[in-house]
C-alpha cells in the first residue's frame, strides 16, 4: 500500500459479516474489529462512503455489495473538507458518481507519470474507446492534442482553454491535483460541448451587459438632469410645482415658454428643460433676444456665407439655429424682442429651415425652443408689442417662475448657499448666518428677487468681519421701502413714489449693474459674467 491519502487496506467478509480476507489492517487492530462487525457492515453498504474516526486516527471506507459478500477500500489522511462532506451529505457517493459520469461534463484523470487513470463514459465513447480501455495508457496516446503532461510539470491551471479533439473544439479546463504540497496528477474537463456554447453564452452576456449599461447611463442621465433641477434652489410648495412642471413637460418636444420676473432664475429652467430631455446630448444654444441689434439680427440667428459683407468671416459662420440643430435653442427676453426681428423668427418656427445671409441653400434644423420673458405678454400683444401669431408659436406649455416675494420661506436655503458658493470662490470661510439675518432679510422687499439677494449678500460677505453673517454687515446697502411701509408725504405738487413697476425694476437694474461694476473695478466681462447677463445687453443698459 502507499502512503498519503491512497489505498490503505482492503477487507471482504460473507454474508454474515465475517472477515474472509483483509489487507492492510495489521497497523491498526481496531479495524479489523469494526469491519466484523455485520450491523456497521449493513450500515456502511447503505451509504457506500463512510468515514472511521477514531482519537488517534480516522479513515474513509468505500463499501459496497459483491457476490462473496461485503467489499471494503480504506484511505487514511483524507482532509478535514473530505471528511465532513462525507458525514454531513448521506447522499455524496451519489454526487461522486454524477460528477464522474456526467455526460455533459466529461472528465480525464492522470497521474503524476501522465498515464491515464480514469475516462468518463462520454469521454471513452467520444474517443470510440471500450469501458476501461485507456486506463493505463499514456494521456497523449489516447487525447489528442492534451496538455495535462504540461500542467502536471507547470502546477499550474489552464481554464477555459481551446482545445481541437478531431473535426471538433472543446472548451477544456486542466487542473494539477497536490497532495502535501506535491502534483501527483491532474484533471481534465470539458466545460462544454464546444466554443458554439460559449459564444452564444457571450453573446447573452453581451446583451445583458448592454442593458445594464443602457439602464446605468439612463440612471446616470436622470441623476445628471437631477442636478439641474436641485440647482433650483428651494423646497417652497411655488418651488416644487416648478419642478413638477419641468418634469412633465421636459421629455415633450413641445415649446415652452418661461415667464417670471427679472433676477427669478428663468435660464435655470431652461437649462433643467434641456437636460431632461431627448435632447441633451446635443447642444442648449443661448440667445438674449433684446440684445440683437438689427443690422445684424439675421447673421446672428441665422448665419451667414462667405464673403457675404465686409468684415465676414471668410468661412462663413453658423447661426443660432443651426448651431442648435438637434438640441435646444433659449430665447431669453424674448419679450424685448423688436417686432421687425419677430416676423423673422416666426417664419423659422413655422418652416424650420433656415437660409444664411448671402446664401442660397436653405438648411432644415431641428431644435426645441424654449423662451423667456419678464414681460406680460399678452398685455403687448394687445398694444401691438408682440405678434399674436408668434404668442402662439412660443407658449403652448407656460412655465411662471414665482417672485422671491412669493417664496420668503425659501431665503434660508438661498442664503447658505449663496454663501457656500462666495466662500469657495473667494477661499475665505464661510459664515455662520445669524438667527436674526433670515427674519432681517424675509422682511425686506425684493424687487429684483433672487439676482438682487445674491448681490446684496455678495457685498455683505465681503464686508462681514468674525464667522458670523449678521444684519449689521447690510449697513450701507441700498434700503428698499415696502409698498406696505408708511411713507413721508410728499410736497404739494410732487408725485415722488408713483412711478411705475417697469420703472422700479429698470431702476434696481441699473443699481445692480453699477454697484457690480464698482465691486469689479469696471471691468465689464467679469461684471455680466457675475449677473449673468451678455455684455452686449450690459452695454445697452449702460447706455440707456
Known amino acids: 500500500m502507499t502512503d498519503g491519502s491512497a489505498l490503505k487496506g ?13 489487507s492492510g489492517l495489521d497497523e491498526d487492530k481496531r479495524l479489523a474489529l469494526l469491519l466484523g462487525d455485520p450491523d456497521w457492515l449493513t450500515e456502511a453498504a447503505q451509504a457506500r462512503l463512510k468515514p472511521i474516526l477514531f482519537t488517534d486516527a480516522r479513515y474513509t471506507a468505500l463499501v459496497t455489495r459483491i457476490e462473496a459478500g461485503t467489499l471494503v477500500l480504506l484511505f487514511k489522511g483524507v482532509s478535514d473538507t473530505v471528511l465532513t462532506f462525507f458525514t454531513n451529505v448521506d447522499f455524496a457517493f451519489d454526487i461522486i458518481e454524477h460528477i464522474l459520469t456526467d455526460p455533459f461534463d466529461a472528465m480525464a484523470v492522470v497521474d503524476a507519470r501522465d498515464r491515464l487513470v480514469y475516462i468518463s463514459p462520454v469521454h471513452e465513447k467520444f474517443f470510440g474507446l471500450r469501458p476501461g480501455e485507456g486506463t493505463g495508457r499514456p494521456v497523449k496516446q489516447v487525447i489528442e492534442n492534451t496538455r495535462l503532461p504540461h500542467v502536471i510539470r507547470s502546477g499550474v491551471a489552464e481554464i477555459g482553454q481551446i482545445q481541437r479533439m478531431g473535426e471538433r473544439e472543446r472548451v477544456v479546463s486542466r487542473h494539477p491535483i497536490r497532495h502535501d504540497g506535491k502534483v501527483v496528477g491532474a484533471i481534465g474537463r470539458v466545460m462544454f460541448k464546444g466554443p458554439q456554447q460559449v459564444e452564444a453564452l457571450s453573446k447573452r452576456i453581451n446583451v445583458l451587459e448592454k442593458q445594464i449599461a ?13 442636478t439641474f433641477l436641485s440647482a433650483i434652489i428651494g423646497k417652497s410648495a411655488a418651488i416644487e410645482r416648478v419642478r413638477d412642471l419641468i418634469r412633465k413637460v421636459a421629455p415633450l418636444d413641445v415649446p415652452v415658454l418661461v415667464q417670471g420676473e427679472s433676477g427669478t432664475g428663468k435660464e435655470l429652467v431652461a437649462q433643467a428643460l434641456h437636460m431632461l430631455s431627448p435632447r441633451h446630448k446635443s447642444r442648449l444654444v443661448t440667445v438674449n433676444a433684446a440684445a440683437l441689434p438689427l443690422t445684424l439680427v439675421e447673421a446672428e440667428l441665422f448665419g451667414y456665407a462667405a464673403g457675404s459683407f465686409t468684415g465676414a468671416d471668410r468661412n462663413g459662420r453658423a447661426g443660432k439655429f ?10 431669453d427676453e424674448i419679450g424685448d424682442m423688436p417686432l421687425e426681428v419677430q416676423s423673422k423668427l416666426l417664419r423659422v418656427l413655422q418652416d424650420r429651415v433656415v437660409e444664411r445671409v448671402g446664401g442660397d441653400k436653405p438648411s432644415q434644423v431641428d431644435f426645441r425652443l424654449v423662451s423667456a420673458t419678464n414681460r406680460d405678454l399678452e ?21 411662471p417662475m414665482p417672485s422671491l416675494s412669493e417664496r420668503l420661506e425659501d431665503i434660508p436655503l ?9 466662500s469657495a470662490r473667494y477661499q475665505r470661510p464661510k459664515p455662520e448666518a445669524d438667527e436674526v439675518l433670515f427674519d432681517f432679510l424675509m422682511d425686506r422687499p425684493w424687487p429684483g428677487n433672487i439676482r438682487e439677494l445674491r448681490h446684496m449678500i455678495e457685498r455683505a460677505f465681503v464686508f462681514c468681519e468674525g464667522d458670523r453673517l449678521r444684519p449689521d454687515d447690510f449697513r450701507g446697502l441700498p434700503v428698499q421701502q415696502s409698498p406696505a411701509s408708511p411713507v413721508s408725504s410728499p410736497e404739494p405738487g410732487a408725485q415722488r413714489g408713483m412711478g411705475t413697476l417697469r420703472d422700479t425694476l429698470e431702476q434696481v437694474e441699473r443699481n445692480l449693474i453699477a454697484e457690480t461694476l464698482n465691486l469689479f473695478g469696471g471691468n465689464k466681462k467679469r461684471a455680466a459674467e457675475h449677473l449673468g447677463i451678455s455684455r452686449s445687453y450690459l452695454y445697452k443698459k449702460i447706455e440707456a
Open 10 to 22: 482492503l477487507a471482504i467478509a460473507d454474508p454474515k459479516g465475517k472477515l474472509i480476507f483483509k
Open 214 to 226: 443602457s439602464y446605468k447611463s439612463e440612471s446616470d442621465e436622470q441623476r445628471k438632469g437631477e
Open 322 to 331: 443651426e448651431q442648435a440643430d438637434k438640441g435646444t435653442i433659449f430665447l
Open 379 to 399: 398685455d403687448f400683444v394687445e398694444r401691438d408689442r408682440f405678434r399674436l401669431d408668434l404668442y402662439y408659436r412660443i407658449s403652448p406649455i407656460c412655465i
Open 414 to 422: 438661498l442664503v447658505e448657499h449663496f454663501l457656500t458658493d462666495l
